[in-house]
């Protein structure tokens, strides 16, 4: 009965963080957040450890508990009160992915907090769609320091007036704020109506006794890797300011229930933006186990998840950004390879379990000028897996979203989507074939600035035990009277009506030998 009950209030938990993301999603203005779900919902306890999840984005989730231990202590939590924040040295992932915290008082007794994070079309940067290559923070976007947002119920209109001049087509982040205000509300409204069933002591207890199950089968999917000590390197391509070949290793040790992940062996902060704050990497290795967790079930996801997991990281580090590092690419492409990186070490302990690499890279674009911004990811080639061929235009690891429809970003925005397929044949070969990555192509109905944030571009994903690697990505230019320019993987550039940018994304990579 004791099991039935916990996967009752496991549910019961998960429903107000999934309905919180409906809320989100319905209310939005953006097709970033409403057509791509590029948001995240979940609830903790008043020690600021996770209790639920919904079914969101891996990168955004597994930072929460890092932004939830550099919070918490800063404010004596009332009743109303939502604090803002994209801190990315205070647990945050990058500047657009914005964190609402609200506490939850029952019977006046503070007992659960409540996060949305959401990632906005613009935060204000240098260029349109604050995903740019850059040199340092502040050119990022607007670093927001946590604030209460709403203090005891009012709202603190000054600091949030301010904030919108500072953003491009502050009427759009103005109703993606308000969506992710009202799912907060929501998840508020469910939480009351749990304590008048079940009331304090239950719901706590019940929170606890999660926590505890999930270690415990983390535990037990750790204790099935043989022990030792097994590692594995990888580069990012280059970080857009002048630097190539960025060494991102990883040394990870078992030891009867419990892993040890250290990355302080890679390499330096860099002065481009792919450098990745400490919450991002934790993220990322959780994700990795979390993956071999649910691989022979479904588990909770929580705290107790977490607990068996020690990361090392040294700061100052392309995995642990300092203040002023740039950090916008580090969240979206970092993320990825230090997920190549750990699951490569644990391919020489569980090879049996672990697939090749995936095609590497969101394919991040960014799209915009003084009257718009928009801002998208692209899928690729997921990598073969034992048993199994990878999936072909999906998105892989750490990000979790859709596509956007090209009828509803030809609605909303001054660009055509001239071709949209997969990349045939991209994917590398093996008894097992890796998938095939995606090609997209924006034809421009204005001038505009492009950022392009990608990887896989020089390195190409790794195939394992005699498979081919994956195809390596390309982005390309076409001006407008047919001039074809190739561009490297980070690039800021002006565009004029009538060009066009065409993304080839990579493959995965192949899996054993023909």
């Known amino acids: 009965m004791k099991a039935v009950e916990l996967e009752i209030f496991n549910k019961l938990f998960s429903a107000v963080a999934e309905e919180m993301g409906i809320v989100l999603r319905r209310s939005a203005f953006s097709p970033n957040i409403r057509e791509r779900c590029d948001f995240s919902c979940a609830m903790f306890d008043e020690k600021g450890e996770l209790v639920a999840q919904a079914s969101h984005i891996p990168v955004h989730l597994g930072a929460m508990p890092e932004t939830m231990k550099c919070v918490l202590p800063k404010f004596d939590w009332k009743p109303g009160d939502i604090v803002i924040t994209n801190d990315p040295y205070s647990g945050g992932t990058h500047l657009p992915d914005i964190t609402l915290i609200k506490p939850v008082f029952l019977n006046g007794k503070l007992c659960f907090f409540l996060i949305a994070r959401a990632h906005h079309a613009d935060i204000g940067g240098k260029f349109a769609g604050s995903m740019a290559v850059t040199t340092h923070i502040e050119e990022e976007g607007v670093l927001i320091k946590p604030t209460l947002l709403f203090n005891h119920g009012n709202l603190n209109e000054t600091f949030f007036d301010e904030l919108l001049k500072k953003l491009r087509n502050p009427k759009e982040r103005r109703g993606d704020f308000n969506a992710q205000i009202a799912c907060l509300w929501r998840g508020e409204k469910r939480l009351k109506e749990l304590y008048e069933k079940y009331g304090i002591k239950k719901l706590k207890e019940m929170a606890d006794q999660l926590k505890d199950y999930s270690q415990v089968a983390m535990e037990n999917i750790i204790k099935k890797i043989p022990e030792g000590t097994y590692e594995f390197q990888d580069y990012l391509d280059d970080d857009g300011c002048g630097r190539e070949d960025i060494l991102i290793k990883v040394k990870l040790t078992i030891k009867e229930k419990e892993v040890i992940v250290d990355f302080s062996e890679s390499d330096s902060q860099v002065r481009g933006s792919i450098n990745a704050p400490k919450a991002v990497t934790q993220s990322a290795t959780y994700y990795v186990f979390l993956s071999l967790l649910n691989s022979i079930g479904e588990y909770p996801i929580n705290q107790g998840c977490f607990r068996p997991i020690k990361i090392l990281t040294k700061s100052g580090t392309v995995v642990d950004a300092e203040y002023p590092a740039p950090v916008a690419g580090g969240n979206v492409e970092t993320s990825q390879r230090v997920?190549?990186?750990?699951?490569?070490?644990?391919?020489?302990?569980?090879?049996?379990?672990?697939?090749?690499?995936?095609?590497?890279?969101?394919?991040?674009?960014?799209?915009?000028?003084?009257?718009?911004?928009?801002?998208?990811?692209?899928?690729?080639?997921?990598?073969?897996?034992?048993?199994?061929?990878?999936?072909?235009?999906?998105?892989?690891?750490?990000?979790?979203?859709?596509?956007?429809?090209?009828?509803?970003?030809?609605?909303?925005?001054?660009?055509?989507?001239?071709?949209?397929?997969?990349?045939?044949?991209?994917?590398?070969?093996?008894?097992?074939?890796?998938?095939?990555?995606?090609?997209?192509?924006?034809?421009?109905?204005?001038?505009?600035?492009?950022?392009?944030?990608?990887?896989?571009?020089?390195?190409?994903?790794?195939?394992?035990?005699?498979?081919?690697?994956?195809?390596?990505?390309?982005?390309?230019?076409?001006?407008?009277?047919?001039?074809?320019?190739?561009?490297?993987?980070?690039?800021?550039?002006?565009?004029?009506?009538?060009?066009k940018v065409t993304i080839m994304t990579p493959g995965g990579g192949g899996w054993g030998s023909i």
């Not at 672990?354 to 080639?381: D, K, L, R």
Request: proline share 4%; aromatic share 6%; glycine share 16%.
């Open 339 to 499: 997920v190549d990186v750990v699951l490569g070490a644990l391919s020489k302990a569980i090879p049996e379990l672990i697939p090749s690499a995936s095609c590497g890279s969101m394919n991040n674009i960014a799209i915009g000028n003084e009257e718009f911004a928009y801002y998208e990811t692209i899928g690729g080639g997921m990598g073969a897996r034992p048993g199994k061929d990878g999936l072909s235009g999906v998105h892989t690891h750490m990000t979790n979203t859709l596509n956007t429809p090209i009828e509803a970003l030809e609605h909303e925005y001054p660009l055509i989507i001239t071709k949209y397929s997969l990349r045939k044949g991209s994917g590398g070969n093996g008894k097992w074939k890796g998938g095939d990555g995606i090609i997209r192509e924006y034809q421009f109905e204005c001038d505009s600035d492009v950022t392009i944030l990608s990887e896989r571009r020089k390195h190409a994903p790794y195939g394992l035990y005699g498979g081919d690697p994956g195809k390596r990505g390309e982005n390309w230019l076409i001006k407008a009277d047919g001039t074809k320019v190739k561009l490297g993987s980070k690039v800021n550039l002006k565009v004029r009506k009538g060009d």
